[in-house]
């Protein structure tokens, strides 16, 4: 168990931690995908978007719009059907509309009365203006890809942030449900970290997956919320 007494700041991922984004993604491209007459398991869609994303976010930095611009383009070839240009535009544009995890809004609320929160995450700064209103929190900082101009699991997304807070790097607590993009490179910079492991024990999912320990899981943010306030 952590002692929460020792961390002043909880930073958060945002998509797969607050934002329930598989529910978002497979939403958003499953219709685009009936549209064609293609049926596609949520499983398929969200196996292609986690080998896609992160190639595609590799190298020079573009928008995140863009990047799900060329994931919607390139699972629609996967799966057999052209997508137009304005129905990829239309799946980038879905972000606005993914929805909170039910325990997200409470839980934060909760959190924000005795932490300060910021928000690490790889998206738009516009895009998450609008998740920012259905979490129903204003967060402390946010720090977005469209910042820093890198993707997690770069480091630099994490140390751009940390400038920013302007607190010792002991005293925040980094909050994530992907491995891949949070808990492995906030680890390798010396975090403490929690894993929401909002898929519990289901292998696959929209991050790929990686051997990153946690230095504590829970299996939602209502869970750590009870743990950090009571």
């Not at 544009?93 to 959190?111: I, T």
């Not at 751009?160 to 449900?177: C, F, S, W």
Request: glycine share 6%.
């Amino acid at each position: 168990m952590l002692n929460f007494s020792q961390f002043d700041v909880m930073t958060f991922d945002c998509y797969g931690t607050m934002i329930d984004w598989e529910a978002g993604i497979t939403a958003a491209a499953t219709a685009i995908a009936a549209g064609h007459d293609i049926l596609s398991s949520p499983e398929r869609i969200l196996a292609l978007y986690g080998e896609l994303e992160p190639a595609i976010e590799h190298g020079a930095y573009k928008s995140y719009r863009t990047v799900l611009e060329h994931v919607m383009r390139a699972m629609a070839e996967r799966l057999g059907f052209p997508a137009t240009d304005a129905e990829c535009a239309a799946f980038a544009e879905s972000v606005k509309r993914w929805p909170p995890f039910p325990d997200s809004p409470a839980a934060l609320a909760a959190l924000h009365a005795r932490f300060k929160l910021g928000v690490i995450s790889n998206v738009d700064d516009d895009l998450f203006v609008e998740s920012e209103k259905l979490l129903g929190v204003k967060f402390d900082w946010v720090v977005t890809a469209a910042q820093v101009r890198s993707y997690k699991p770069s480091l630099n997304n994490f140390n751009r942030a940390h400038e920013r807070i302007g607190v010792p790097r002991e005293r925040i607590l980094h909050v994530a449900q992907s491995r891949f993009h949070d808990i492995a490179p906030a680890k390798a910079l010396g975090m403490t970290c929690v894993w929401v492991n909002r898929r519990q024990g289901r292998s696959g999912g929209a991050a790929p997956d990686v051997d990153a320990v946690p230095d504590l899981e829970v299996p939602s943010l209502a869970a750590l919320a009870a743990l950090a306030v009571g």
